[in-house]
């Protein structure tokens, strides 16, 4: 799931080709038309599927049509890769322990929107990445995987923020691997990291 520029979803499909992820990205659906995700997954010859949220007037919805996509495509796990909406019980209900989401702060702190600008007026010397397991309050959820990353006196917005994805691109693979473990602890076919 989408809403951007796609780079993390780039980042994943490529873990899987070649990559060290044994998993298949066989879906990407985005909630904007224009957004770079979806000419990445065109690039990527990755099917997409748009769900523009201004088409609903409820989350609730939006989250059904979503849930409905991912279950046509026989979908094991769940990525909001950049996913600006919030989501709802019908999405975290459908995917419980399968939902993964990536914030671009080391979370508890600086949840919500703009978690780079508010590290910057925070004063803040570290911040980084964090990929984590949905829950239903915004950017909770059981802790997979974070990256930490300096806060340099040179940084501006821009250059925090690319720091920062270029840490979300590593650890997210390996999130989905251990969201995948975890799951196989309780029986589910499952992903996994090799090597
Ligand atoms: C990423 O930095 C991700 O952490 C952030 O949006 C960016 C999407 O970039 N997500 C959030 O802030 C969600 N709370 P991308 O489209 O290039 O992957």
Not at 49 to 54: A, P, S, V
Request: charged share 15%; net charge neutral.
């Amino acid at each position: 799931m989408a809403s951007g520029q796609g780079s993390n979803f780039e980042a994943l499909v490529r873990a899987c080709r070649g990559g060290p992820l044994n998993a298949e990205v066989v879906q990407l659906v985005v909630n904007n038309p224009v957004c770079g995700a979806r000419q990445r997954a065109k690039r990527l010859g990755i099917p997409c599927q748009l769900h523009d949220h201004r088409d609903h007037s409820l989350r609730q919805d939006l989250d059904r049509q979503v849930a409905a996509s991912f279950a046509a495509s026989d979908v094991d796990l769940v990525v909001m890769a950049g996913w600006m909406r919030i989501v709802t019980p019908v999405l975290i209900a459908a995917y419980p322990g399968r939902l993964v989401n990536i914030h671009p702060s080391l979370l508890p702190s600086f949840r919500g929107l703009d978690a780079v600008g508010q590290a910057l007026a925070a004063g803040v010397t570290l911040t980084g990445c964090t990929a984590h397991l949905v829950e239903e309050a915004v950017d909770a959820g059981p802790i997979l995987v974070q990256a930490a990353v300096p806060v340099l006196r040179s940084d501006d917005h821009g250059s925090l923020a690319a720091r920062i994805q270029a840490q979300e691109h590593r650890i997210l693979p390996f999130a989905v691997a251990l969201a995948a473990l975890r799951l196989d602890q309780t029986g589910a076919a499952t992903p996994a990291i090799q090597g």
